[in-house]
């Protein structure tokens, strides 16, 4: 599925959704579209990148779980 972005020099292009994390690393793009509407980099929050399971043998579910009970 593609998403639509606007790179450094104003071109609007859809990418593949597993670009964009690239994409916004390498300052590459200063916008993208969430269905909700577009995100300014550097100015609205964006997903953080994931994290490294804290102990051997945990899994992502439990964290989750953790998370969701509070």
Same mark, same amino acid.
């Given at each position: 599925?593609?998403?639509?972005? *606007?790179f450094t020099n104003g071109e609007e292009r859809? &990418?593949?959704a597993y670009m964009l994390e690239y994409l916004i690393r390498e300052n590459r793009? *200063?916008?993208f579209r969430r269905t909700e509407?577009? &995100?300014?980099?550097?100015r609205d929050p964006?997903?953080?990148?994931?994290?490294?399971?804290?102990?051997p043998g945990q899994?992502?579910?439990?964290?989750?779980y953790k998370r969701n009970a509070g």
């Open positions: 599925m593609g998403i639509s972005v *606007v859809m &990418v593949p793009i *200063v916008a509407g577009w &995100v300014q980099i550097g964006i997903r953080k990148s994931q994290q490294p399971l804290s102990r899994r992502w579910s439990d964290f989750l």
